[in-house]
């Protein structure tokens, strides 16, 4: 933690989960699967875009899934984003597609958190995927924006705060949400989760 001393603690990190799919809102755990965001999925990412147009992002990072492109063009920041494969989802493997409910009939009690996903990724396969964000961000230094789905972005926040890849468990994520991590002092920090647009 000595290196923390060395970050840029003025630093700010904004997430944007994309908008609304008709998979999101259905609850349908989605991946791979490249779907468009639904007609209000746009709305809502697009009312985001006069709150975001006062920032000043150096580092624009991107999910190359279809649904957060769009949500990237749809906030006026898809002409500087960088696509990494860093930032996709969750692999749910046999999983995707299916509701918890449906896992549930031969996974009693499954969640994502905290049982594996047949032929997908466990939560230490994400967490060493949004550590090299996380790494690549504090290098950069300055203020950044992250667009990425639920799973992966709540797996960067609980990493950013230092906490094991399962306590992501604790951070629900709405679709087309923004939330803010950052620093007190040295410490990273939470700063705002999940709000709508300002």
């Keep these: 933690m000595s290196e923390m001393s060395q970050h840029n603690t003025s630093q700010r990190v904004m997430l944007i989960r994309h908008g609304e799919t008709d998979w999101s809102l259905s609850g349908r755990h989605t991946s791979v699967t490249d779907i468009p965001l639904t007609p209000e999925g746009e709305r809502r990412s697009a009312a985001l875009a006069p709150f975001l147009r006062n920032w000043n992002f150096g580092l624009v990072l991107c999910s190359p899934r279809l649904r957060a492109r769009r949500t990237c063009d749809l906030i006026g920041w898809g002409g500087k984003a960088v696509q990494t494969d860093d930032l996709r989802e969750w692999n749910y493997g046999k999983y995707e597609g299916l509701t918890t409910a449906e896992i549930r009939k031969s996974a009693p009690g499954w969640t994502v958190f905290?049982?594996?996903?047949?032929?997908?990724?466990?939560?230490?396969?994400?967490?060493a995927r949004v550590d090299r964000v996380i790494s690549q961000v504090r290098e950069f230094g300055g203020d950044t924006l992250l667009v990425a789905h639920a799973h992966c972005l709540r797996v960067?926040?609980?990493?950013?705060?230092?906490m094991s890849p399962e306590s992501a468990r604790f951070f629900n994520l709405e679709t087309g949400r923004w939330s803010l991590l950052g620093y007190e002092h040295e410490s990273p920090v939470l700063k705002v989760?999940?709000?709508p647009p300002a």
């Design 114 to 127: 905290n049982q594996p996903c047949p032929d997908g990724e466990s939560a230490q396969d994400v967490a």
């Design 193 to 195: 989760w999940s709000a």
């Design 156 to 162: 960067l926040t609980a990493r950013w705060l230092g």
